[in-house]
Nanobody, 112 residues
Framework: QVQLVESGGGLVQAGGSLRLSCAAS????????MKWVRQAPGKGLEWVST????????YYSDSVKGRFTISRDNAKNTVSLQMNSLKPEDTAVYYC?????RGQGTLVLVSS
């Protein structure tokens, strides 16, 4: 079955960086569009970024554009999110997702 396992979250000061990773299994990863979404405390899910199957097409929400970079390694079935210049409003649980499937999430906490 589909498995998505996120890692890399933690506590960071504003202006800092984190790199999230997601290990995927149970489907043909190299042919699948992957996304990162997040959920801030008390709020709904927010789309963050999307990457096409080959990695050549990437898309970002306005709130993270220029600060976050999505990438993938189809040989390792992983998708990553490099997050720079983090802001307190980036505090959230981050999930990698495929269609309607999501992992358990990894918490990113940005202190001011």
């Amino acid at each position: 079955q589909v498995q998505l396992v996120e890692s890399g979250g933690g506590l960071v000061q504003a202006g800092g960086s984190l790199r999230l990773s997601c290990a995927a299994s149970g489907f043909v990863f190299s042919k699948t569009v992957m996304k990162w979404v997040r959920q801030a405390p008390g709020k709904g899910l927010e789309w963050v970024s999307t990457i096409g199957p080959s990695g050549g097409d990437t898309y970002y929400s306005d709130s993270v554009k220029g600060r976050f970079t999505i990438s993938r390694d189809n040989a390792k079935n992983t998708v990553s999110l490099q997050m720079n210049s983090l802001k307190p409003e980036d505090t959230a649980v981050y999930y990698c997702s495929k269609d309607t499937d999501r992992g358990q999430g990894t918490l990113v906490l940005v202190s001011s």
